[in-house]
């Protein structure tokens, strides 16, 4: 956080809110003139804390993006339409195969199901909030990440 330049921190902010804001506003317009409709957001845990330093500015806004989501649920609800959020935790992806293969293996060893997240287990869940199983399941950051943040609560 020391050595992160205002400007930068305001540009992850603004870059990450921005994109959230207009899709979705553009979605509740498509999705309210049909009386339905559900959105899913993707956030991360580490709105939740850091796992490591220089998370400052995405920490900062998953956490904006998962407060919005749960106003705009309250908002939406006389158009039909659930907003909700799939907060990840760590994902082996193109841009995380970069972590030392050290820290991977201790990630999967402290993770209740032994573990990390593929990108198919973020689809399930998004599918899951997507279906008629969540109809009544609005304005919720649902943490899929195997378990292992149980430890920060």
């Known amino acids: 956080m020391r050595t992160l330049a205002w400007d930068d921190f305001r540009t992850k902010e603004t870059g990450e809110l921005a994109s959230v804001y207009t899709l979705t506003q553009r979605a509740l317009e498509l999705m309210g003139a049909q009386g339905q409709g559900r959105i899913v957001h993707v956030s991360s845990t580490v709105a939740d804390g850091p796992p490591a330093p220089g998370m400052a500015a995405h920490g900062t806004a998953k956490a904006a993006l998962n407060t919005f989501a749960r106003i705009v649920a ?5 158009l039909g339409v659930n907003v909700n959020v799939v907060a990840p935790g760590y994902v ?3 841009s995380s195969a ?4 050290e820290f991977q293996r201790r990630l999967a060893e402290n993770t209740p199901l032994g573990r990390v997240a593929e990108p198919e287990d973020m689809a399930r869940a998004i599918v899951m909030l997507l279906g008629e ?11 899929v990440d195997s378990g292992y943040g149980l430890a920060r609560r």
């Open 133 to 143: 199983e969540a109809a009544f399941v609005t304005g919720e950051v649902l943490t």
């Open 92 to 94: 082996r992806t193109e």
């Open 74 to 78: 309250h908002e939406a609800r006389p």
């Open 98 to 101: 970069r972590i030392p293969q």
